[in-house]
């Protein structure tokens, strides 16, 4: 799963340059499930998006009002996707998987109360750990890690060697970050609960 937060101009909900980036990622990393962040746009636009991208289904959660928000789940035909619940703040999905059995991918954005009561924990992040960052080469740089992946103990069990990668910040202050389920796979396609 590739999780990628939108960056906007002021006048358009996300800007093209993004897009463009957006694309480059989805071409070079071939995810089957991408999780977007303050898309700031409504369910027509990320549905363009998803066609632009070359996802087959798209979910959107709009975005409240004129501030901030907005959350889409995007993913192939070949991933057998069903929506569970959603808010605001998460987008709750039902994976049908032909190998492994059926399994839950939740994307969130902010950080959900109660996950070590849940019992979810966090996969192993290769490569740098920050995934956010502010004033680069200033002295009031700041880099902390705001996203990230969780799953529980069933999940693991399903995917042992999964990895999370995070890759280039190409438009965002975020990194964008790929969950890997299966190292070593020449399909590098999707990857888990995402967190933010």
């Not at 909900?13 to 303050?38: G, H």
């Not at 975005?63 to 070949?78: D, H, P, Q």
């Amino acid at each position: 799963m590739l999780q990628f937060m939108l960056e906007r101009n002021r006048a358009e909900p996300v800007a093209l340059d993004t897009i463009s980036k957006l694309k480059y990622l989805v071409q070079v990393y071939k995810p089957d499930v991408v999780f977007l962040l303050e898309t700031l746009a409504t369910s027509n636009k990320t549905d363009e998006l998803r066609y632009v991208l070359g996802f087959d289904s798209c979910f959107t959660v709009n975005r409240e009002g004129r501030g901030g928000g907005g959350i889409a789940l995007l993913w192939r035909s070949s991933y057998n996707c069903s929506i569970v619940n959603f808010s605001q703040n998460h987008i709750n999905v039902q994976v049908t998987d032909q190998v492994n059995g059926n399994w839950r991918l939740t994307g969130f954005y902010g950080f959900p109360n109660g996950v070590t009561d849940a019992g979810l924990i966090d996969v192993h992040m290769e490569g740098h750990p920050l995934t956010w960052f502010k004033s680069l080469g200033t002295i009031q740089a700041v880099k902390e890690r705001l996203d990230r992946a969780l799953a529980n103990d069933g999940w693991f069990q399903l995917f042992p060697n999964a990895i999370l990668e995070n890759l280039p910040a190409l438009v965002s202050d975020h990194y964008p970050i790929l969950l890997i389920r299966e190292p070593g796979n020449n399909n590098m396609s999707v990857k888990n609960c995402l967190e933010k």
